[in-house]
């Protein structure tokens, strides 16, 4: 009977693990999406700032040939 009770309080621990493991998962996703969020903000700013840089760097090089 000790070994059932024991079995039972583990059962619930665990259930209590997974549970709070799930809820852990849910807040690093929400807090990932809002980080990609803010830097593809961020970030196609900055690639259209590069692109142009590039092009400036390039233009005269080509012109040459």
């Known amino acids: ?3 059932f009770i024991h079995l039972l309080c583990l059962e619930k621990v665990c ?3 997974c549970s709070k493991e799930y809820c852990l998962v849910e ?3 929400c807090k990932l999406e ?3 969020t803010k830097v593809a903000k961020m970030g196609s700013i900055s690639i259209v700032m ?3 840089d590039i092009l400036k760097i390039k ?3 080509s012109k040459a040939y």
């Open 1 to 3: 009977m000790a070994v």
């Open 15 to 17: 259930k209590k693990i």
């Open 27 to 29: 807040q690093s996703l």
């Open 34 to 36: 809002t980080e990609e």
């Open 50 to 52: 590069e692109t142009a």
């Open 59 to 61: 233009s005269p090089v």
